[in-house]
């Protein structure tokens, strides 16, 4: 195993920042060929109209967990050494919420709203500068709420390990969750989707 | 609008190339990809600026400016930066580059600015809450079988199909 | 640009290891000195060929701004002197082996000249223009009369001006990043690279806009080409050499210098440049800007690499 290149020394943090711009122009342009730039695409969402938010991101997913378990199968990729958000339920769970509500007000998620204002969007710079407010209310606030921000601490936990299956079983679990969503998605937009003019 | 939506890639395509980019950022990094951590960033660097004894006392933004360091001088902060040029670039190779605001038929601009701030604002605190947005959560998490980045994306997109029926005036 | 006194040999505070005495006002001055040389350069070009019309903002509009360009970049280097009352003294020596010196007297010919060019531009450009005296109206008839004289000089002296933005550097040899001959024809073409850019900026003529976007693809090829052999040149050289350049390969100035520099200000406004000239992309000034901040940030970048570079460790 010799992945991932940076945790085996393959260059330093400097080269890592040049890899970051490479890798973040990938992946705005690829945002944006999703029609992720634009809002109201995002939002109709949330009204069965256009569920291309969960196509892409259940494909990305997929592909992305495939990709390292095959990596790892093959003994090139050290799965171990990948970063793995821990898990803090507590925050997640309200953060979670939080920014369901936001999401649908706002119309846009962090990353979609830099590569709207990349394409000249207002709303797109207006909702960063609405982001970036709330995140200093955050900081500015964080003292009040520190305990709840490390509530439900599960350290590194993975779904195999909470459902005491293989990550294959899991992946395969997963790929079929996903094939049933997409069946629905179809569905939902032949049905909601018409309504659009 | 209609013809401009069709020079969009198919769903599954742009998430194939999507999953390969962050399979790729595994491969050579060992890290998923993120935003919100770099708005973050941003945010301390401007506190700092102004004042840097107030980032020292809040054990919050030391995390990420404490002393010397400087919160700009980091992978994801980069990163963003080629989040844009790449948005930029396609939007200007498709040409979807334009000045203007996406709002629904019922509502002007000017009310979706305020609905924007107001959205941005709760899905920025929001984001720090849950330690990471839709890219560094649900995407990288989901993609590493993460167990609170599953708990996360099932109850953001609940949430928001909840809420959507009440501010629906403004998409559709 | 500071004077500083020196009495002994290694340990001064400000200059080793690291040079820390300049700050963001010698890069500014240098963007400023390559872009006013840039404006000028094609302004008179332009008008000796005879394209003033096709060419309107290249000639007539941009060195309007000359005067306002060159005062706020000699604003920027006035701010620079500790002791700003001795500023006549570069004009009380000439040293003809002191780039400092050459310098100062070519921006004191450069600057009344440039002056003189915007006047005769101004009364075009502005319709209504009139002077206020009989013998001003005069002397500038008179002047007219001398214009390619002045247009020569102009390019003369530009390209004097652009190249000593570099040579201004890699006269200070105590600095291996510096000492490099290829710094001033890099920022000679890097100041045309951001006038073609501020002239993109200004011109309201599409194909003004398509000539000028195409000679920069030439400048950035050229400057690509420069950068890379710099590097080379560094590589070869003595193994002080090769630890400075690392600077770059590697080292603290990597990131920026790759990103901001080469990226962002130089292979993307030539990407999209390409895509323009191709009629693949819709025209816009997107190049323009990104190329006028790389040019702002390789001097920012070159600076403070060369102070941090040292010979001894």
Redesign the interface.
């Known amino acids: 195993m010799f992945?991932?290149?940076?945790?085996f020394d393959f260059?330093?943090v400097?080269?890592?920042?040049?890899?970051?711009?490479?890798?973040?122009?990938?992946?705005?342009?690829?945002?944006?060929?999703?029609?992720f730039?634009?809002?109201?695409k995002l939002?109709?969402?949330?009204?069965f109209?256009d569920?291309?938010v969960?196509?892409?991101?259940?494909?990305?997913?997929?592909?992305?967990?495939i990709?390292?378990l095959l990596?790892n199968l093959v003994g090139?990729?050290d799965m171990s050494?990948?970063?793995?958000?821990?898990?803090?339920?507590g925050?997640?769970?309200?953060?979670?919420?939080?920014?369901?509500?936001?999401?649908?007000?706002?119309?846009?998620?962090?990353?979609?709203?830099?590569?709207?204002?990349?394409?000249?969007?207002?709303?797109?710079f207006?909702?960063?500068?609405?982001?970036?407010?709330?995140?200093?209310?955050?900081?500015?606030t964080?003292?009040l709420f520190?305990d709840f921000?490390v509530s439900g601490f599960?350290g590194?936990?993975?779904?195999?390990?909470?459902l005491g299956l293989t990550?294959g079983v899991?992946a395969f679990l997963i790929i079929l969750m996903a094939l049933g969503m997409?069946w629905g998605a179809e569905i939902l937009e032949k049905k909601f989707g018409a309504?659009e003019s | 609008m209609q013809d401009t939506k069709e020079k969009y890639w198919s769903p599954y395509v742009a998430g194939f190339v999507l999953g390969l980019v962050l399979l790729a950022t595994f491969v050579v990094m060992g890290r998923g990809l993120g935003a919100s951590g770099a708005m973050m960033r941003t945010v301390t660097y401007v506190v700092d600026t102004v004042s840097p004894e107030h980032v020292d006392n809040n054990s919050y933004f030391a995390k990420y400016a404490g002393g010397d360091k400087n919160p700009l001088s980091n992978w994801l902060v980069f990163e963003v930066v080629g989040v844009i040029l790449g948005g930029l670039l396609s939007g200007l190779m498709a040409g979807r580059f334009k000045w203007k605001t996406e709002h629904g038929p019922r509502i002007t601009p000017k009310g979706r600015w305020a609905y924007a701030f107001l959205g941005g604002g709760i899905m920025g605190f929001g984001a720090r809450l849950a330690l990471g947005c839709t890219s560094g959560q649900a995407l990288s998490g989901g993609a590493t079988l993460a167990t609170g980045s599953w708990a996360f994306m099932m109850v953001m997109f609940a949430s928001g199909y909840v809420v959507a029926y009440f501010v629906r005036k403004q998409w559709i | 640009m500071q004077e500083i006194t020196i009495t002994s040999g290694r340990h001064m505070h400000h200059i080793d290891p690291h040079l820390t005495i300049w700050g963001w006002e010698i890069p500014v001055y240098l963007f400023f000195g390559g872009l006013v040389a840039g404006i000028l350069f094609f302004s008179a070009v332009y008008f000796l060929r005879g394209k003033e019309d096709e060419m309107h903002a290249t000639v007539r509009i941009a060195p309007l701004f000359v005067p306002l360009l060159l005062s706020l970049g000699l604003f920027a280097l006035f701010l620079d002197l500790e002791y700003k009352l001795h500023v006549f003294r570069f004009y009380t020596a000439i040293r003809l082996e002191s780039p400092m010196s050459w310098g100062s007297w070519t921006l004191a010919i450069i600057f009344p000249l440039s002056f003189l060019w915007a006047l005769m531009h101004a009364e075009k450009v502005f319709p209504n223009w009139r002077y206020p005296y009989a013998w001003m109206e005069n002397a500038m008839t008179y002047v007219k009369k001398y214009a390619k004289v002045i247009a020569w000089l102009l390019i003369y002296y530009a390209a004097i001006l652009g190249i000593y933005t570099g040579i201004l550097l890699s006269a200070f040899n105590a600095r291996p990043i510096w000492n490099t001959a290829i710094l001033g024809p890099l920022f000679l073409v890097s100041g045309l690279s951001t006038a073609l850019a501020f002239n993109m900026i200004l011109s309201k003529n599409k194909e003004e806009k398509h000539r000028l976007g195409r000679i920069d693809l030439i400048a950035i090829g050229i400057e690509l080409f420069l950068i890379i052999h710099m590097f080379m040149g560094f590589l070869a050289s003595t193994q002080i050499h090769v630890e400075a350049v690392t600077l770059f390969l590697g080292g603290p100035y990597t990131a920026p210098f790759w990103i901001f520099v080469v990226g962002i200000g130089l292979i993307i406004p030539a990407f999209i440049e390409i895509l323009d000239s191709l009629h693949k992309v819709k025209s816009t000034l997107i190049p323009a800007f990104l190329v006028l901040f790389g040019g702002l940030m390789l001097r920012f970048i070159i600076v403070d690499a060369g102070q941090f570079s040292s010979w001894v460790y």
């Open positions: 992945t991932p290149l940076y945790k260059f330093g400097e080269i890592s920042f040049v890899v970051a711009v490479i890798i973040g122009i990938m992946f705005g342009f690829t945002l944006e060929r999703a029609g730039g634009d809002a109201k939002a109709h969402q949330f009204y109209r569920m291309t969960l196509k892409v991101m259940f494909t990305a997913i997929i592909v992305a967990m990709g390292t990596l090139i990729l050494l990948i970063y793995l958000n821990p898990t803090y339920l925050p997640q769970i309200a953060g979670g919420v939080i920014m369901g509500i936001g999401f649908v007000i706002g119309g846009y998620c962090p990353g979609t709203s830099l590569v709207a204002s990349a394409t000249g969007k207002v709303d797109g207006i909702y960063i500068a609405g982001a970036l407010f709330g995140m200093l209310i955050f900081g500015e964080f003292p520190q921000t599960m590194n936990a993975k779904l195999t390990d909470l990550p899991v997409f309504e």
